[in-house]
Every structure is written in C-alpha cells, then in structure tokens.
C-alpha cells in the first residue's frame, strides 16, 4: 500500500525527468561542418589555388552554429542533392565560420548571416547574398552567375533579406592575411 502511494508520488517525477533528458538531448549544439556532406575548403591559399588550377569560381559561405537561419539554410537549401553536386562540380566550396574567424568575417564585409559570396581565383566577385534562400532560387542563382562569368561577364549582384539573417557581433581584434590580397 504504502509502495503504490510512493510510486505514485514518483510518477510525476518522472515525466518531468524524461522530458528534461529528451530536450537536452535535442538541444546537443549543432556542428554544420561536422553534420555536411559537401567537401568544404578552409579560406586560405589552397583554395584560391584550386579555384585557379581548375577554372572555378569560389562558393564562399559565412555561417555561424548559433543562427537559425543559418542551419535552416544549411538543412532545406545547401544539403540538397542538387546543391551539392552543383557547388562540387562547377565551384570550389569554401566554409568560414563566424565564431572562429571574426577578422576574416569582417574583412569579407559580412555583418549579418547567413551569407555567400561567389569570387573568382583573382578577387572579382560575382554574386554576394544574404539570408535564407530556398533550393531553386539558389540553383537558379548560381546558374545564372556561372553563364555570366563563363562569357567574361563580372555581374556583381547583391541581394538578401534581412529578416531571415542574424547579426555578426563587431569585431575588434587583428585583421587576418586574405590569401594574395583578396578582398571580395
């Protein structure tokens, strides 16, 4: 009798414990380079040299783990098997995290995230954007930027929406070495 009371008592207990074990363990932090399937380049040299050696443009993408938006752009648009196998085959996929290189990120002039910037091996950017974009409009994007750059044509388009973006803290620190000076 006695037994039933204290189990009942620990009913409660329980459900509030396993709900609480349940969110933590939705709530791991997200790792977007550890959870990719696309083969991302650091920013340094090496893939500036890649992008000369095999006559791409650079995908560069500016993310932070902590932003929303950017795990929703990661997981609906940029981990699509269309995606993918596009930034694989015509760019040279390069990945800089805000958190581990703010002067690199504020070099690059990126105040909110998610952001792209598509450059070539020289610096001349094609195509910078910003916020969540949806599968399409990126591929279409993209497409549209390498037609343009395969006939010599620099378009230089900027668009975004900042309601799907979040904020890169100002950063005070060291400015970081831009491979061969390239400020895109």
């Known amino acids: 009798m006695y037994l039933n009371k204290y189990i009942k008592c620990l009913q409660p207990t329980m459900v509030i414990l396993s709900l ?4 933590a363990v939705h709530a791991e932090k997200w790792n977007y380079r550890q ?4 083969n991302w380049f650091e920013y340094n040299a090496f893939a500036f040299t890649e992008a000369q050696q095999k006559n791409k443009p650079l995908y560069i993408f500016v993310y932070s783990d902590l932003c929303s938006w950017c795990r929703k752009l990661e997981t609906e648009t940029l981990e699509k098997p269309a995606i993918r196998a596009l930034l694989s085959k015509r760019f040279v996929p390069v990945l800089v995290d805000q958190q581990a290189r703010p002067a690199l990120v504020s070099q690059l002039g990126i105040s909110l995230v998610p952001a792209s910037i598509l450059i070539t091996h020289d610096g001349k950017k094609l195509l910078r954007f910003y916020g969540f974009i949806k ?3 990126l591929l279409d994007a993209l497409n549209k ?4 750059w395969k006939k010599g044509e620099i378009l230089e388009e900027e668009f975004g929406d900042q309601a799907t973006c979040c904020p890169v803290p100002p950063h005070a620190g060291q400015s970081e070495q831009s491979p061969k000076g390239v400020k895109p």
């Open 20 to 23: 609480f074990l349940v969110s």
């Open 145 to 148: 930027t390498l037609l343009a």
């Open 135 to 137: 599968e399409q409009a």
């Open 35 to 38: 959870n990719s399937k696309i």
